[in-house]
């Protein structure tokens, strides 16, 4: 079973696709209590770094899921 959504987002590189567990996603939306969270990439395959937008306190690392 497949699952994608798509999210709006602020991003001005060129593009790419990453796939990701999706709960791995819903937990640390779930846990950062805050409406902004910025994800930094690398490229697709390496992890990306989530974190809320305007606070340094939390910083979450999630790897991609490999096809």
Same mark, same amino acid.
């Given at each position: %079973? #497949? *699952?994608?959504?798509?999210? @709006? =987002?602020?991003?001005?590189? !060129?593009?790419?696709?990453?796939?990701?567990?999706?709960?791995? &996603? &819903? #937990? =640390?939306?779930?846990?950062? $209590? /805050? #409406?902004?969270? +910025?994800? +930094? *990439?690398?490229?697709? +395959?390496? @992890?990306?770094? &989530? !974190? @809320? =937008? $305007?606070? +340094? /306190? *939390?910083?979450? =690392? &999630? %790897?991609?899921?490999?096809?």
């Amino acid at each position: %079973m #497949d *699952f994608s959504d798509e999210i @709006p =987002v602020e991003y001005n590189q !060129e593009a790419f696709e990453a796939a990701f567990n999706p709960q791995y &996603i &819903i #937990d =640390v939306l779930k846990n950062l $209590g /805050t #409406d902004k969270v +910025s994800f +930094s *990439f690398v490229n697709a +395959s390496q @992890p990306v770094l &989530i !974190e @809320p =937008v $305007g606070e +340094s /306190t *939390f910083k979450y =690392v &999630i %790897m991609p899921v490999r096809a």
